[in-house]
């Protein structure tokens, strides 16, 4: 938790959205540095953690009334902070998990791997190749997280959020939320607009195994294992735990670009260099690589500016090898794209947010 700091205000809102029965404890000067697990060492002007709907209602009363930009942090696990943040950060701790039949509704605070091992415990089925992606529930649809065949859009019924700019209170269905790779309707015309304060997901009662990423059933013949739920999500969280770097140990956002969805045409030049390239199928005439494995021939595993460093284990993760610095982080990234660019005409894209972006 953040250190530090002494308690500055203690806010209770007159707000109509609210109804002014709790308040809320507003720090300032607070260090960000063990809220985000790439570990940057910034602060925040303002600093509130809220833990329910109404106390978050509150901390955007209080930053409208006092004309402060707002930036919420979840797990911190997809975030760069490059800069202080000023404002207020609203640390979001809403916890919750309520189960009726199929549907599970989920407070934004949840961390992710805690839901996916609570739905399995309850017999509903449907998340376990998501098992132990770092981040909170609320985080989930911003960035549609997807792993091993499997993305939240699948599942996702509708998200509730609280309107900054109304403070009023909403619920999307997920047809409205523009579900694409990595990418929602919260990146763009919602993005800094949007507080999400719980998910709403329909599970299976009936396990169906998706293991067409071909990972997991090797893991499991390996082991002449039963394919249960529960034996895909122990898989799951055994590959990622040895391709992936822990962010307990090392800093680090996991994914640090996406993957590059290239034509065919660019594909077919490249194979004259590599035939061996890895290239998925995607929509009529595309397909996508794997950006991991093109930063990798290009050689740039290893490749270190300040204390921002590309991992030796995972060529598409960015760790802090201690100390290093929002700019340090900005640089390196700068110089994978400009050196993928160069080599093979392709532009990488961040995948994580950058604060500010
Ligand atoms: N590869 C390399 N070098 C490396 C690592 C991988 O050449 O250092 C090659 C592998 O050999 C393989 C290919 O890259 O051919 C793909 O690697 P991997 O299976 O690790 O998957 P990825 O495409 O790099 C994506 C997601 C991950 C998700 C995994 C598993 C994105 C941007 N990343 O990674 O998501 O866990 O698939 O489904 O789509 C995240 O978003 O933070 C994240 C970790």
């Known amino acids: ?6 308690v500055a205000l203690r806010y209770t809102s007159t ?29 925040a002007d303002y600093f509130v953690a809220v833990t329910s709907a109404v106390e978050l209602l509150e901390a955007v009363d209080f930053a409208r009334t006092h004309a402060l930009p707002v930036f919420v942090l979840g797990g911190g696990s997809n975030v760069v902070l490059l800069q202080n943040v000023a404002g207020l950060c609203i640390h979001l701790a809403i916890e919750g998990f309520e189960k009726e039949d199929l549907l599970v509704r989920v ?29 909170r529930a609320g985080a989930a649809p911003i960035q549609n997280i997807g792993a091993y065949g499997v993305e939240l859009a699948e599942r996702l019924v509708s998200v509730s959020y609280v309107d900054l700019d109304t403070g009023e209170s909403h619920d999307l269905p997920a047809s409205a939320c523009e ?60 590959i990622r735990r040895s391709k992936l770097p822990d962010p307990a140990r090392v ?24 035939s061996n390239i890895p290239a998925y199928a995607e929509a ?59 080599r093979f005409d392709i532009d990488l894209e961040i995948e994580p947010r ?3 972006g």
């Open 15 to 43: 707000s109509t959205h609210t109804s002014g029965l709790t308040n809320i404890d507003i720090q300032q000067n607070i260090s960000l540095k063990a809220l985000n697990t790439l570990g940057l060492d910034v602060s």
């Open 179 to 238: 579900f694409g790779y990595r990418d929602s309707v919260f990146k763009h015309q919602l993005k800094d607009k949007a507080i999400i304060t719980s998910i709403s997901l329909k599970l299976d009662s009936k396990f169906e195994p998706r293991l067409e990423y071909a990972g997991i059933e090797a893991y499991l013949a390996e082991r002449d294992e039963p394919i249960t739920a529960k034996a895909v999500s122990d898989a799951v969280c055994a």
């Open 1 to 6: 938790m953040p250190t530090g700091s002494v």
């Open 354 to 356: 950058l604060i500010p």
């Open 107 to 135: 407070g934004a605070g949840m961390n992710w791997h805690d839901l996916v091992l609570a739905t399995l415990k309850a017999g509903l089925f449907g998340l376990e190749n998501l098992s132990l992606i770092p981040g």
């Open 284 to 342: 009529a005439g595309h397909f996508k690589l794997s950006a991991a494995y093109l930063i990798e021939q290009a050689g740039l595993k290893g490749l270190q500016i300040g204390d921002a460093m590309v991992s030796e284990q995972h060529a598409l993760v960015i760790q802090n090898n201690g100390n290093a610095t929002g700019s340090d982080v900005r640089q390196l990234a700068q110089e994978v794209q400009d050196r993928i660019r160069t």
């Open 251 to 274: 800093g680090n956002v996991g994914s640090f670009f996406k993957n590059p969805v290239v034509t065919d045409q660019l594909l077919k030049g490249l194979k004259t260099q590599d």
